[in-house]
Nanobody
């Protein structure tokens, strides 16, 4: 089990950039696959991006590809989400999550129920 705390959210103008951080507790951070999700008011939680335990494989949702990039620094127990060219529709609460996963499953985890631990979320608001 890992404890996660997001930071870096705020108010940004459309077209701007923002980098979210997620700090994890414990020495076992390098064992987890990590992901980012977001949830806008009245909508279901949506997959954003995922990364494997070593940071050698990453995947972003197709609709966000080219604008959003996930990365991690295992020495700092931190995962990041770089968001560029932000749009009003990117406004949401952004959550980081940790999953116990194996490469032999053939894919990165992209579903909410594949993640065991969640942060409390950080608000991102993009003004048009």
């Amino acid at each position: 089990q890992v404890q996660l705390v997001e930071s870096g959210g705020g108010l940004v103008q459309a077209g701007g950039s923002l980098r979210l951080s997620c700090a994890a507790s414990g020495r076992a951070f390098n064992m987890y696959y990590m992901g980012w999700f977001r949830q806008a008011p009245g909508k279901e939680r949506e997959f954003v991006a995922a990364i494997n335990s070593r940071g050698s494989s990453q995947y972003a949702a197709h609709s966000l590809e080219g604008r959003f990039t996930i990365s991690r620094d295992n020495a700092k127990n931190t995962v990041y989400l770089q968001m560029n060219s932000l749009k009003a529709e990117d406004t949401a609460v952004y959550y980081c999550a940790a999953a116990v996963w194996k490469l032999d499953r053939g894919r990165l985890p992209t579903l909410s129920n594949e993640y065991a631990s969640w942060g409390q979320g950080t608000q991102v608001t993009v003004s048009s």
